[in-house]
């Protein structure tokens, strides 16, 4: 029964969420359940946290389709689960100090976004926004694919070195290069960092 729902496709289990039938569920843990777990423990680094994020994602799919109906399914779960797997991070290191990437990761971004949180920068947050897609459009395909890796899914640098067929060190050089290309980009767009 899990391969059948692992070949649907996105189409139809949006259908089944749009006919409120509750397979939609099942369907989606089984095609898209251990992409979004990825995600959610990259974030939190621990599974039992995970695992209720993604439970919440597929509660929070389930609310949202209808009236939505995702392009992009994958893209959909993937944006749920990192939301909801943030939250629960903030949450957590409100209290103590989580062990998953995010700390790492933010850390080796805070300088190129600001830390404000006022209803005056939210123009300028989405003005950083576009500059940040036009930098990453401009990328060859696979140096955008190692900036999305670390800073969307927070992927370790020995995850995305294994993956990308390269050393650990040269992953954190090229991150590291294009964070200074960026910061140069948003620096000519006239962006504060």
């Known amino acids: 029964m899990g391969a059948r729902w692992r070949e649907m496709e996105d189409a139809a289990i949006v259908q089944l969420y749009w006919d409120r039938d509750e397979r939609a569920i099942l369907a989606t843990s089984q095609k898209y359940g251990d992409h979004c777990m990825s995600i959610a423990k990259n974030i939190l680094g621990d599974r039992e946290d995970a695992e209720e994020c993604v439970n919440d994602t597929y509660l929070h799919a389930w609310n949202a389709i209808p009236p939505h109906r995702p392009r992009i399914l994958s893209a959909f779960l993937g944006k749920l689960t990192r939301n909801l797997s943030f939250n629960l991070y903030k949450r957590n290191t409100a209290l103590k100090r989580g062990g998953g990437n995010a700390a790492a990761v ?76 960026l910061r140069e980009h948003l620096l000519e767009r006239g962006f504060e960092l």
């Not at 805070?110 to 459009?137: K, P, W």
Request: aromatic fraction near 8%; include cysteine; charged fraction near 30%.
């Open 106 to 181: 933010l850390e080796e971004i805070a300088g190129l976004v600001s830390g404000t949180d006022s209803v005056e920068q939210e123009i300028d947050r989405r003005e950083l926004v576009r500059a940040i897609d036009a930098f990453l459009a401009g990328l060859p395909a696979a140096k955008r694919r190692l900036f999305v890796c670390r800073y969307w899914y927070l992927d370790s640098i020995s995850s995305i070195a294994s993956r990308s067929g390269m050393t650990e060190g040269h992953v954190s050089v090229t991150l590291w290069r294009l964070r200074g290309k």
